[in-house]
């Protein structure tokens, strides 16, 4: 035998050894490819986990034989963020023994950077459990209503964007859209409702400008686990409307908001529109990872994070009544709800082509701080 097969001979062996794995692989994700698409997403998800935590490319040889990974987005929502959030929200209710209370708060306010100077309540003894220190009431004092401009910060955050709406699309974060129909969702003929008539042709967008020479403007606040968790009302309006979007549940960090187009219309969030005195008027509170509680002080009715719902569903419910044709008057700086945790808080209003916002992209707000005036 020359050198040159014999030198051939290990590379032959090799590849022969490699031949009948690829063709196990092939009939294999044949018989994938047969399966209906639950089951197909059942059986990859395993092997897409290893593919992204394993070394680069010890799972390259599947790439030859025709298999591809899910995307980290796609396997991302594929994890039972509602389920977990449920089971946050039991454990955040199991009462506390007095002497595991101090250790268990002190770490979070450690880790999170909670200012319990603030608190109605300083003593860490006085909260059974850890629902009760999330949605712990701040002193009086603490965050002062600014009575000089029009729209305040309903809640503490961080200011991931802001400005006009332009083309029916809202940025969650600079450069990442979502659709304004998505989010508020689509227009009834219910005559409560707080939009004006439909015209033939015309954008979302217009429907909601209902004066004139106005415009329509956002803001998104983001909460994070260390901030201060009650909302308020950020102006003078009316409160007319109320639609309930069960959804995931997936963080939304700023992070993860750049990571995931249209991130707000996928998760859980309640809209209640109405109107203030320039015109239509939005806020919305977005749901979040361990975030399945969303609670409107008014709203009795409103329970969020339920076990089951149908994808893109959306229930509605009005406050204007025969015995109340107004809905639900709230004041600048009025307690409206809460969230169990970090969350997202949303503006949609019009107002007139003079207002502007007195912030910064990326700034920290509190409640009661100016958002913008005329």
């Known amino acids: 035998m020359c050198q040159s097969e014999a030198r ?48 680069l490319g010890a799972l390259r040889p599947l790439s030859r034989v025709g298999w591809r990974p899910v995307s980290r987005v796609a396997l991302y929502k594929s994890v039972p963020t509602r389920l977990l959030s449920r089971a946050w929200g039991r454990l955040n209710q199991v009462e506390l023994p007095q002497w595991l209370r101090r250790p268990v708060y002190s770490l979070y306010i450690w880790t999170f950077g909670v200012n319990m100077k603030e608190a109605a309540v300083e003593d860490l003894h006085h909260y059974r459990n850890l629902s009760e220190f999330f949605r712990r009431k701040l002193k009086p004092q603490a ?14 955050g961080k200011i991931l964007n802001f400005g ?43 429907q909601l400008v209902t004066r004139e020479g106005n415009e329509l403007y956002h803001c998104v606040i983001y909460l994070a686990p260390g901030d201060y968790h009650c909302f308020h009302s950020p102006t003078d309006w009316t409160v007319s409307h109320r639609r309930h979007f069960p959804g995931s549940l ?21 809209v209640l529109t109405g109107d203030w005195k320039h015109g239509f008027f939005s806020l919305t509170a977005v749901g979040a990872t361990n975030v399945g509680s969303i609670r409107i002080y008014f709203d009795r009715d409103l329970h969020t994070n339920s076990p089951r719902y149908s994808k ?36 949609i209003f019009e107002a007139p082509k003079d207002f502007n916002f007195k912030l910064q992209a990326g700034q920290k707000i509190r409640f009661g701080e100016a958002l913008g005036s005329l």
């Open 250 to 270: 997936m963080s939304v960090n700023p992070g993860m908001a750049r990571w995931i187009k249209e991130l707000f219309c996928h998760n859980e969030r309640v």
């Open 164 to 206: 006009q709406v332009k083309n029916c699309e809202v940025e969650q974060v600079k450069g990442v859209t979502y659709s304004l129909e998505s989010f508020l969702g689509p227009r009834t003929p219910a005559e409560d409702l707080p939009f004006p008539p439909a015209t033939p042709h015309s954008s979302f967008r217009s």
């Open 143 to 156: 965050r002062p209503v600014c009575g000089l401009h029009s729209v305040i910060s309903p809640s503490d």
């Open 8 to 55: 051939r001979g290990p590379e032959l062996r090799t590849a022969k050894w490699l031949h009948f794995p690829q063709l196990a692989l092939r009939r294999r994700l044949g018989q994938l490819s047969c399966m209906s698409k639950p089951a197909l997403k059942l059986r990859s998800w395993p092997l897409t986990v290893l593919y992204y935590l394993l070394p």
């Open 312 to 347: 893109g569903s959306y229930n509605d419910f009005s406050f204007v009544t025969h015995a109340n044709k107004e809905g639900i008057p709230m004041r600048k700086g009025e307690h409206l709800g809460e969230f169990n945790l970090g969350s997202t808080i949303v503006l």
